[in-house]
């Protein structure tokens, strides 16, 4: 047992030692190849819970996304102004000269053209061309972020665009600037963008508005003139033409058909790009799955020998979700929107078709979320908007559900899965959940699923604990608006360097009457702090975790915790005994706080607000509040510090933890900007994301926007 320990840690020290130089493994022999860090879609559904035997290890070695998710998770990320001092980065092996501290903020808002958006359960794709540093537009090559307007593209409007330069403060100049903006034949992109490994491609789906779709590849090239109302157009090339291609902007664009060649279209299908093998695959609106080898490294073609493309259910021939690729069983793991699961063997395929587990997909938006996979743990995750039971809210109504099948599942299969709130007859869409930091570090898929349920109502927070694969006792967490209407996917970010320690958030929107104290009942970006409780760990004062009832609780008394989870008491502003950690009760995490102090006002005991510190303060003594003339208190700002109100006594239970940005419509899935290091500004506190409807995007127009935000605050 000591050398299989021993053999694991040695792998992950080379692995950490190479990813810190900027260096990751790539391809089916393992060689080690100087590039960067693709962030997409595909990276938030196929994931990684950590190997347990060496067999497993080695079978995860072969996939590119395991490495990038290795290093998002074990690379020190240091953003001055919120994470380590520069003399902690110094003493881990990292030289900083000449940088000033520079808090990390909310950036900027672009616009994208009226209308405009990524699209509901979309995401835009990031890219950093070094591992360690965050680079700016000069010295090349820069870190940049790729946005689909979900528009048609035209002579004066772009259908995809690209922005460098991308960190304030840091980077000179404007920020961010326009890398490059394309028209690409008149076609609307849909879908979520995929790179090649190296950044240098990029791959999506676009329809040309005749119920006809085509895999789209661009060779990019930066341009100093292009914007998104004055993109430069792309004309189609041959494949071959296109693979030639030396000096670029080029495209190519391939025809999605079905098994008889006639055209098809597809709206709701991302690519999914396997980097080992150089294929990809994407679905249709007519339910057939479609394979491209080769893709970026040789002549692009869409594979049409026997059994490709494959009608996944021609008993339900409707269109697909993003399919996710799954290197270790093999498979591609699909959804079409009549909530059926299959998974079809990548070489042969074969096809396995699930029972129906989702009844609410053909009442929705069209939009079908789809699986997440666990390749380590052999877990398929479905997300479904309705179960077709009347097991919900007193037995009349459906349930938002979350299956957990295993990646083998046999034909039909229906369980186990887990209700999140409740659904209706046209619910809104259940869109993927986040995994946490600790189930992401788990040997046996342990940890927990944050997703945004109740469809059929006012949408909530929900947390689903997972025990070595199995989904406990579902505990639910804060609404996250005023009325019924949709969410987005749920987005996990850990920052093991924030300011104080550890910090980890969860991000989610609501699409309308949104919760947050900055939305004003709008569409609404709303984060939660999320940070597990660990075991023999020391804590300062104010640090805080989210414990197993959804409360806060902010350390008042520094020390080491137990070796087992305490018994958190449930009493806000009560305090738990942790070996000699003192933590104080936050309370429940909720997206709206009480923000204004009244003058002479009596407060009752127990009452909460957030004073103009961004902390919470509770009332333990209750009274009357200083009078209008004595002016405002002086609030305590330390955890657990009292402060004199006349009368009133309130105490500090601890930072808020939560924070709102006001997104109109909602937004679209979230892409991290974690590539942190030497030289400029390091980029590891941001979001990226559009919004769902128009609003004032900065100062660039009025439209849908493209937006990057801080992690920690938002705003």
């Given amino acids: 047992m000591k050398g299989i320990a021993a053999r694991f840690g040695s792998f992950f020290a080379g692995l950490f030692c190479l990813v810190t130089v900027g260096w990751v493994l790539a391809g089916p022999v393992r060689t080690p ?142 920020v961010p600037q326009v890398y490059w903006a394309y028209n690409t034949n008149g076609g609307q992109v849909t879908t979520s963008p995929v790179f090649s490994q190296t950044g240098d491609q990029i791959a999506f789906v676009q329809t040309d508005g005749s119920l006809a779709a085509s895999l789209v590849l661009v060779k990019w090239t930066s341009s100093s003139t292009q914007t998104v109302s004055s993109p430069g157009t792309l004309t189609p090339s041959t494949p071959s033409s296109y693979f030639t291609c030396a000096v670029p902007p080029c495209m190519a664009a391939i025809p999605l058909t079905d098994g008889s060649g006639t055209a098809t279209n ?226 996990d970010i850990p920052n093991p360097n924030a300011t104080g320690g550890a910090t980890e958030w969860i991000f989610v929107s609501a699409q309308a009457s949104g919760a947050g104290n900055s939305c004003a009942s709008g569409g609404c970006l709303m984060n939660f702090k999320n940070q597990p409780w660990r075991a023999s760990t020391v804590y300062t004062v104010g640090q805080q975790v989210l414990d197993t009832h959804f409360q806060i609780q902010t350390v008042r008394v520094g020390g080491t915790s137990k070796a087992t989870v305490p018994v958190w008491s449930a009493t806000v502003g009560a305090t738990t005994a942790d070996n000699t950690v003192r933590w104080l009760n936050q309370g429940r995490q909720v997206a709206l706080h009480n923000s204004t102090w009244f003058a002479s006002h009596a407060y009752s005991l127990n009452y909460v607000l957030l004073d103009s510190n961004k902390n919470i303060q509770l009332v333990t003594t209750a009274g009357t509040s200083r009078t209008a003339l004595q002016g405002h208190p002086i609030w305590n700002v330390a955890a657990n510090g009292l402060t004199a109100d006349n009368t009133v006594r309130w105490r500090n239970l ?16 979230l892409i991290v900007d974690n590539v942190v290091g030497t030289g400029t500004m390091a980029g590891a506190s941001q979001v990226y994301f559009s919004t769902q409807g128009n609003q004032t995007c900065g100062t660039s127009g009025t439209g849908g926007c493209a937006v990057q935000a801080s992690q920690s605050a938002l705003q």
Wanted: hydrophobic share 40%.
């Fill in 266 to 491: 597809d709206t709701t299908s991302s690519v999914f790009y396997d980097y080992s093998a150089d294929t990809a695959w994407v679905g249709d609106s007519a339910g057939w799955l479609h394979k491209f080898h080769p893709v970026f490294n040789a002549i692009p073609a869409e594979v049409h020998t026997a059994p490709w493309p494959v009608q996944v259910n021609p008993g339900s021939a409707t269109p697909l979700s993003s399919p996710v690729h799954d290197l270790v069983s093999g498979n591609i793991f699909v959804r079409d929107q009549g909530g059926f699961v299959e998974r079809v063997a990548a070489t042969s395929g074969a096809v396995t078709i699930s029972g129906q587990v989702d009844h609410g997909t053909g009442t929705g938006t069209g939009v079908i979320t789809g699986p997440i996979v666990d390749a380590t743990a052999g877990k398929v995750y479905i997300f479904a908007a309705s179960d077709g039971t009347t097991g919900c809210a007193n037995g009349t109504q459906p349930c938002s559900a979350v299956y957990l099948l295993p990646t083998n599942f046999a034909a039909g299969a229906t369980t186990p899965k887990t209700a999140v709130g409740t659904s209706s007859a046209t619910p809104n869409p259940l869109y993927a959940g986040g995994f946490d930091s600790t189930y992401l570090s788990s040997a046996n898929a342990t940890g927990n699923l944050y997703v945004c349920g109740n469809t059929g109502g006012v949408p909530g927070l929900y947390r689903i604990p997972i025990a070595a694969g199995v989904a406990g006792a579902v505990v639910a967490g804060p609404a996250l608006a005023g009325a019924t209407t949709g969410c987005s996917a749920v987005t």
């Fill in 654 to 669: 601890g930072s808020v933890a939560t924070a709102s940005l006001a997104a109109s419509g909602g937004t679209s899935g």
């Fill in 33 to 174: 190849v100087l590039e960067g860090l693709p962030m997409d879609w595909t990276h938030r559904h196929v994931i990684f819970s950590q190997p347990a035997t060496a067999e497993q290890a080695r079978l995860l070695a072969d996939d590119p996304r395991f490495w990038q998710q290795e290093y998002r998770r074990r690379a020190l990320r240091v953003v001055f102004g919120e994470t380590t001092s520069t003399e902690q980065a110094n003493s881990l092996g990292f030289a900083f000269k000449g940088i000033s501290a520079a808090k990390v903020h909310r950036d900027w808002s672009q616009d994208l053209g009226t209308g405009a958006s990524v699209g509901a359960g979309n995401y835009p794709a990031k890219y950093g061309f070094h591992l360690t540093t965050a680079n700016c537009a000069s010295p090349g090559p820069p870190d940049f972020v790729v946005f689909g307007t979900g528009l048609f593209g035209s002579a004066t409007q772009a259908s995809v665009v690209a922005y460098d330069n991308l960190y304030s403060p840091g980077c000179t100049g404007t």
